[in-house]
């Protein structure tokens, strides 16, 4: 009996002791996989689930005018992002997100983007970013666990919708898509930094480590008058409304430096509340936006003409018909003229003699001075997507392509081209590059940018004699709505038929008045562009854009003090050329 008990007992420990070495075999074996088999595998998922590396995002520098005006700035706000427990139901984290829907007035399509994350199982989910203090305020009333906010930078534009245009707009993560934010981009957007996050097993946050600090955007100056901004977009609206416009733009600037004071655009809008179609902000018509110029154009004509010397002062021309034929079609001015002088055709705009003059220079002559101006290529102002316009090679003209260029027609330019055009008359013959940034700062010192050298177009003595040609057209001709008292004003009016694509031709009710100009003729201070799209009722450069140039440009030398008397004292005029480089 007693051999039968030990012999249970010692069945009985053997068996323990095979379990008991098996399953430290298992143990050991199990330990060999994670430790040595799926360590480098396991300790990754370990990292994922407890650490994570995130970029932090590096306040975007300011944006200034040329006085120092914030036009732009970033500043904090929070943003709200969940992160579900491991413990939580699906449906429990719906209820999360539906009290957060209520709290941040989420959209339906936002809600439904996150619950379908929910269900991939997401662990890290954005609510809505760059909220306001107060809506921050009302979630973490709710006390929802998984909820957690981050401080991020938001773009503030404190003018609302001034300037928009030249501005441009950033995306969600502060990159620059349009405008100054888009083309200096590289400077305004700095270094970002990184971050270590450690978090529990349920993936909540509760601690983090600056691994890399972030490096502020650099700050950016605009030769933009904020002021003269006001002024210009201003009287753009009210111009635009009173004349029942599409659309239309200004450009204000200086044409001894390129620099531009102001470039205003109407429709507007606000860049703190854009509009849901982006192309809207996009859409710079200053530059973006080509036309035909019609009469403004022969600034270019004559200036050929004087230049080569193919046509006199003296010279006269019979306009008395009110009309010339040429190949395949009559072009006709807008009242009968009679017999007009060189000086003449261009006080009164006639396109009948402006065709004549175009004839005597020649398709050489004509074609090499208007690539001179710069048409047909860029300015290289420094703002993003500048259109070149279009002007074919001359082996492409066709026999009535001298005619109609020499009245602006079989050409298409930008605001800014035609602006750069009558900066050269006003610049004593010498074309000067347009710009809208002045400097870009840094901390350790300011960084300018380099005065840009002007290239010759054309003599002086030939831009002084279309320089007072101008003139004429603001005393006696199609430009005297643009006269201010005690200052000498030169310009040339434009009214260009718009090519209608539902008929294939060009229309004879719809229309582009412009006026292009400067102030005062005898030194330069100021020069100006308005073009006014598809006007109702009255339509003639004239009658529409003229008006326009005059009320801003004596406003805006109000504001610069320049005193109103016919001749500027020498000392004025240096002084302010002085003051308005380094403003």
Not at 89 to 100: F, T
Request: glycine share 6%.
């Amino acid at each position: 009996m007693k051999n039968l008990y030990q012999k249970k007992v010692r069945n009985r420990t053997v068996m323990l002791l095979f379990f008991f070495t098996a399953w430290l075999a298992i143990i050991v074996l199990r330990l060999i996989q994670l430790q040595v088999v799926h360590h480098m595998t396991l300790k990754d998922e370990v990292l994922r689930q407890n650490h994570a590396v995130e970029d932090i995002t590096p306040k975007r520098g300011t944006i200034y005018d040329r006085s120092g005006s914030i036009l732009a700035r970033s500043i904090p706000r929070p943003s709200a992002f969940y992160i579900p427990s491991k413990d939580e139901s699906l449906n429990k984290q719906y209820e999360d997100i539906e009290k957060l829907r209520k709290a941040l007035r989420l959209s339906a399509q936002k809600t439904t983007a996150i619950k379908k994350r929910l269900e991939k199982g997401a662990t890290f989910i954005w609510i809505k970013r760059k909220i306001e203090p107060e809506d921050a305020e009302r979630v973490k009333k709710l006390e929802i666990a998984g909820v957690h906010f981050d401080e991020e930078n938001k773009r503030f534009y404190p003018q609302g919708k001034r300037a928009a245009h030249v501005l441009g707009r950033v995306d969600i993560d502060d990159r620059g898509q349009s405008g100054i934010e888009y083309r200096y981009n590289t400077f305004l957007e700095g270094e970002k930094g990184k971050r270590l996050i450690l978090k529990d097993a349920k993936y909540r946050e509760y601690r983090f480590e600056i691994l890399k600090a972030p490096i502020s955007g650099k700050d950016v100056v605009l030769t933009i008058d904020e002021t003269i901004q006001y002024i210009a977009e201003r009287e753009l609206e009210k111009a635009i409304r009173t004349a029942k416009a599409r659309w239309g733009t200004i450009i204000v600037s200086q044409p001894f430096s390129g620099e531009i004071l102001a470039m205003a655009n109407y429709p507007a809008f606000d860049l703190n509340h854009p509009p849901s179609k982006v192309s809207q902000i996009d859409r710079n018509k200053a530059i973006h936006h080509t036309f035909d110029p019609g009469s403004t154009f022969k600034i270019i004509t004559a200036s050929a003409a004087l230049e080569t010397q193919s046509v006199g002062l003296n010279a006269v021309f019979d306009c008395s018909s009110g009309m010339i034929a040429v190949p395949g079609k009559v072009i006709r001015d807008h009242k009968k003229l009679g017999i007009l002088s060189f000086p003449e055709v261009i006080i009164h705009s006639s396109n009948v003699g402006a065709v004549q003059i175009g004839h005597r220079i020649g398709e050489k002559n004509l074609n090499e001075m208007i690539k001179a101006f710069g048409f047909g290529q860029s300015t290289h102002i420094d703002l993003p997507a500048e259109e070149k316009g279009i002007f074919r090679p001359i082996e492409n003209w066709t026999n009535i392509s001298l005619s109609s260029l020499s009245i602006g027609y079989e050409i298409s330019v930008t605001a800014i081209q035609m602006l750069q055009a009558v900066n050269v008359v006003a610049n004593s013959g010498i074309k000067m590059p347009p710009k809208v940034v002045k400097c870009v700062l840094s901390e350790e010192k300011e960084s300018q940018s380099r005065p840009s050298s002007g290239q010759g177009v054309m003599s002086e003595k030939t831009a002084g004699q279309i320089s007072r040609l101008l003139e004429r057209v603001v005393l006696s001709g199609t430009g005297v709505k643009a006269q201010i008292d005690g200052f000498r004003v030169a310009g040339k009016t434009g009214t260009a038929q718009k090519f209608d694509p539902t008929i294939g031709r060009y229309s004879s009710s719809m229309h582009m008045a412009s006026f292009v100009g400067y102030v005062p003729v005898e030194e330069p201070l100021l020069s100006m562009i308005v073009i006014i799209d598809d006007p109702k009722g009255l339509f003639y450069g004239g009658e529409v854009a003229a008006p326009v140039f005059q009320r801003i440009a004596a406003e805006t030398l109000r504001y610069l003090q320049i005193p109103a008397k016919k001749t500027l004292p020498e000392k004025t005029v240096a002084s302010y050329k002085r003051a308005a480089l380094e403003r």
